[in-house]
């Protein structure tokens, strides 16, 4: 074991590279980490992480023809054929191997296992992780984002006996960590397995970022004016994103120059919702750009010379987000909204309703679907600047109070001193 302020606390999940919410939120632990004297590590399939530092596993991606194959058997159906526990098995061993060669490489003294118990994106690396945890004892975070009863796609499925063991694993080294405390009480009910909460955050004390000479040229680049009116949909093109309602909602606000942009394209879940929406905004000719070919993880510039903007720098050139979710984990998207004081029509999912709206958040809400209420709501904040800024303006605050990086900090302290038994 090492000293208590140089100890390895090593990352492991499917991926850590992009923009998406486990990738995001585990780099914003392990920044903390490291400003507390720990040495973090990476393990996963596609990484974006600093190599001397990271132990990157192909296999180990969830979108591999493998595994996506193997998925394929598992899901969907009620049985499965010995040769393909068989191949679980197989490949169970391959990622245990690769996880103890991860452990000795960089001699860690806890596991931070991110999602990768809860969702069951890839089965093998999940029984791996579980047998390795409990056959070396080692510490453990369980960081849970979202759980695979909560996922229709994940509820027929031939594998009742794994997920009861390893997803998530009940071992007394694991500690479990959920984003809210709706996941919270379902992994108490089912399971029996208590954990806390460390909800998502954003860092509300870092400056607020504007235009730069970058981004200044955002719209411009895109062929917007300054007189049009920007509706961003922060999202990928899945259907529990209810991205239709945003459709609705530029039809029905009638103002010419209002325009609908959607920043991510489907994504791992298929093109036939993506479809359905391009059809739709074609048919009722409602304006929508689609900026996933010009939106990276990174700024740069591509082949052609055109500027790829991150979804921040999308952020300050427009007027209204969009997030009318049917389910989210928590909400990164709506945090983002809040910092950069941007108005924010919103559909009440579960979380939003237990976890954030009693804080106070000033937005325009639907219960899923738009109403004629809640047009004349949006219609108002965009053309009253004064109703717009005081908006604006008391969400920063409340989210200041609720969801900064000091929240995170706090929990996440405390969590670590249950664990290593010292002062932080």
Not at 27 to 47: D, H, I, N
Not at 242 to 256: D, F, H, M, R, T
Not at 307 to 319: A, E, R
Request: charged share 25%; proline share 5%; net charge negative.
């Amino acid at each position: 074991m090492n000293s208590a302020s140089k100890k390895h606390i090593g990352f492991i999940s499917t991926r850590f590279a992009g923009t998406d919410g486990v990738s995001l939120e585990s780099t914003k632990w392990a920044l903390y980490l490291e400003s507390l004297g720990y040495r973090c590590f990476w393990y996963a399939g596609q990484l974006d992480k600093p190599q001397d530092r990271s132990m990157a596993v192909p296999e180990a991606f969830f979108n591999t023809p493998e595994n996506i194959s193997l998925n394929s058997r598992l899901f969907g159906s009620q049985q499965r054929s010995r040769e393909t526990t068989d191949e679980i098995q197989r490949r169970k061993e391959f990622f245990k191997n690769s996880i103890l060669d991860f452990i000795r490489t960089f001699e860690l003294d806890l596991l931070v296992a991110q999602n990768c118990l809860a969702i069951p994106m890839h089965i093998p690396l999940g029984l791996a992780l579980s047998e390795v945890i409990t056959e070396l004892g080692i510490p453990a975070i369980a960081h849970h984002h979202d759980f695979w009863w909560e996922r229709s796609r994940f509820l027929l499925n031939a594998i009742p006996d794994v997920l009861a063991t390893a997803f998530p694993p009940d071992l007394p080294s694991i500690r479990h960590v959920a984003i809210n405390s709706v996941n919270q009480k379902e992994l108490a009910s089912r399971r029996g397995i208590s954990a806390s909460v460390i909800p998502n955050v954003i860092d509300f004390d870092s400056p607020l970022l504007k235009e730069d000479d970058f981004n200044r040229t955002f719209r411009e680049d895109f062929g917007f004016t300054e007189d049009d009116i920007l509706i961003l949909q922060p999202t990928r093109v899945v259907s529990r994103k209810g991205i239709e309602q945003a459709l609705y909602l530029v039809k029905q606000l009638s103002l010419p120059n209002a325009k609908l942009l959607i920043s991510h394209s489907a994504g791992d879940e298929g093109p036939d919702y993506f479809d359905w929406i391009m059809d739709t905004a074609k048919q009722q000719e409602i304006p929508v750009y689609f900026l996933y070919n010009r939106v990276n993880e990174t700024r740069k510039y591509n082949d052609k010379g055109e500027k790829l903007y991150t979804l921040w720098d999308i952020y300050p050139h427009v007027d209204l987000i969009t997030y009318p979710s049917l389910y989210e984990g928590f909400g990164n998207a709506f945090l983002e909204a809040v910092y950069f004081k941007k108005p924010i029509l919103v559909n009440r999912y579960s979380v939003y309703i237990v976890d954030i709206e009693p804080k106070g958040f000033d937005v325009v809400s639907i219960d899923g679907f738009l109403t004629k209420a809640a047009v004349s709501q949006v219609r108002e904040v965009l053309q009253n600047p004064e109703r717009r800024r005081a908006m604006v303006e008391k969400n920063f605050e409340i989210g200041k109070r609720y969801f900064s990086s000091l929240v995170m900090e706090q929990n996440l302290s405390n969590l670590l001193n249950n664990i290593f038994g010292h002062g932080m």
